[in-house]
């Protein structure tokens, strides 16, 4: 199994905490192509509040 795990200092700090209580999200994130975990990433910026990025990480669960 490749868990292509990206950089923590690229990481925002509230997706990795988010990714933490979400473990299938945490698990399908790491296993995604880097340039998937880049458009994740810059989708969290439109997140405003630790709900929505909860509900953002949940998210990766549904796909």
């Known amino acids: ?24 999200a945490m698990e399908r994130f790491s296993m995604m192509e880097t340039a998937e975990k880049n458009a994740f990433i810059e989708g969290c910026k439109r997140v405003n509040s630790k709900e929505e990025m909860q509900n953002y990480v949940d998210s990766l669960v549904l796909r």
Request: with cysteine; aromatic share 4%.
């Open 1 to 24: 199994m490749n868990r292509d795990y990206i950089n923590c200092s690229e990481m925002p700090l509230g997706l990795g905490m988010a990714l933490s209580r979400n473990i299938p």
